[in-house]
Nanobody, 125 residues
Framework: QVHLVESGGGSVQAGGSLILSCVGS????????MAWFRQSPGKEREGVVL????????VFADSVRGRFTASQDSSKNAFYLHLNRVAVEDTAIYYC??????????????????WGQGTPVTVST
């Protein structure tokens, strides 16, 4: 059984930075692909970044490309999301997800198998 635990959320001023962490456990094959999603009030959950843990390849959503980065620490089974130059519209609950496969496009939440409990990010002006 895959278990995902996010941490690092909090309040940050617009233009600032924050690092979110996701630590995973359970069968590695079920965590071959990992992603960060986010959900704002009244909106659908949307993909932020996808990582192929085998190759390290990452794909970012258009809304965050150039501002957010991602990294891994295989020794800790950790997947990090670096939020840089944040804006008010980045306010959301951020979720870590894992799966053997994903849908098309990858930003669709339903096909992802495992989810963490979420960590909130609030950006203020």
């Amino acid at each position: 059984q895959v278990h995902l635990v996010e941490s690092g959320g909090g309040s940050v001023q617009a233009g600032g930075s924050l690092i979110l962490s996701c630590v995973g456990s359970g069968p590695a094959d079920d965590r071959f692909f990992m992603a960060w999603f986010r959900q704002s009030p009244g909106k659908e959950r949307e993909g932020v970044v996808l990582v192929n843990r085998g190759t390290g390849t990452t794909v970012f959503a258009d809304s965050v490309r150039g501002r957010f980065t991602a990294s891994q620490d295989s020794s800790k089974n950790a997947f990090y999301l670096h939020l840089n130059r944040v804006a008010v519209e980045d306010t959301a609950i951020y979720y870590c997800a894992a799966s053997r496969s994903f849908g098309d496009p990858w930003t669709l939440a339903d096909p992802w198998s495992y989810w963490g409990q979420g960590t909130p990010v609030t950006v203020s002006t």
